[in-house]
């Protein structure tokens, strides 16, 4: 089981960036999906899910507007879409499957995580 986030890297302010979450040893539609920010000194925060009932998407205010969540079951992956308004420190941006949905924002339900990827917002 296994999943692998990719696509961080450097971004513009103003731009945007498209971070994918690809699984394996399980289908995505089977879970909820959610992404986790964690930037330098600070706890994770989970940013936003993809529910695996009909797979609608719910966002933390801090990120509503700016990110779309998105999937694609052919590819067994999860997408999010990311627009930066303002230069942002380097923060590490982790995918997670989680076989329940009820408090998607807290990191302790989920069962599998990606390694991370570092997205960095310049000016």
């Known amino acids: 089981v296994q999943l692998v986030e990719s696509g961080g890297g450097l971004v513009q302010t103003g731009g945007s960036l498209r971070l994918s979450c690809a699984a394996s040893?399980?289908?995505?539609?089977?879970?909820?999906i959610g992404w986790f920010c964690q930037a330098p000194g600070k706890e994770r925060e989970g940013v936003s899910v993809?529910?695996?009932?009909?797979?609608?998407?719910y966002y933390a205010d801090s990120v509503k507007g700016r990110f779309t969540i998105s999937g694609d079951n052919a590819e067994n992956a999860v997408y999010r879409q990311m627009s930066s308004r303002k230069p942002e420190y380097p923060a590490v941006y982790y995918c997670?499957?989680?076989?329940?949905?009820?408090?998607?924002?807290?990191?302790?339900?989920?069962?599998?995580w990606g390694q991370g990827t570092q997205v960095t917002v310049s000016s």
């Open positions: 040893g399980f289908t995505v539609a089977d879970y909820a």
């Open positions: 993809r529910s695996s009932y009909d797979g609608s998407t």
């Open positions: 997670a499957a989680a076989d329940g949905f009820d408090w998607w924002e807290s990191d302790i339900i989920y069962d599998y």
